[in-house]
């Protein structure tokens, strides 16, 4: 059986609310959404039962999966309340959201170079043909 562990952190990154969605499966997942305005409890709740599956998570990385096994109530207590006091994202999670922007920015760099050449080569192309024209006369 897969269990899935999923860890959703909100933050205030000026000027919006953001939140930082972990996810632990197979390995290491994260993805970054932006809320806008502060979300309340019903919103959030809403958000990932309507959006979890529209939301586009960071490539896989091999990581230590998490243990499966029960944590007493008053330890996640302790654990809730330590990193709510922490205020961040996990050094983890920014890492891997780094990496995953790096990743998006050298494939949009690749795109539109690629884009830039084919604009070049037509116009190139027009420019001969005009050149073939000019030369036949009227």
């Given at each position: 059986m897969n269990t899935v562990k999923l860890k959703l952190t909100i933050l205030f990154e000026e000027p919006f609310w953001v939140g930082i969605l972990e996810k632990w499966d197979e390995n290491y997942k994260v993805a970054k959404v932006i809320f806008g305005s502060e979300p309340r409890d019903?919103?959030?709740?809403?958000?990932?039962?309507?959006?979890?599956?529209?939301?586009?998570?960071?490539?896989?990385?091999?990581?230590?999966?998490?243990?499966?096994?029960?944590?007493?109530?008053?330890?996640?207590?302790?654990?809730?309340?330590?990193?709510?006091?922490?205020?961040?994202?996990?050094?983890k999670a920014q890492q891997a959201l780094k990496e995953e922007l790096k990743t998006n920015k050298l494939q949009r760099k690749a795109f539109k170079k690629e884009k830039k050449e084919l604009k070049e080569k037509i116009k190139f192309q027009l420019k001969q043909e005009k050149k073939k024209d000019k030369k036949r006369g009227h």
């Open positions: 019903s919103e959030i709740y809403e958000f990932i039962l309507s959006k979890y599956y529209n939301i586009k998570f960071s490539i896989a990385k091999d990581e230590e999966i998490f243990s499966d096994k029960k944590i007493n109530p008053k330890r996640l207590q302790r654990k809730i309340k330590e990193e709510v006091k922490n205020k961040g994202i996990g050094t």
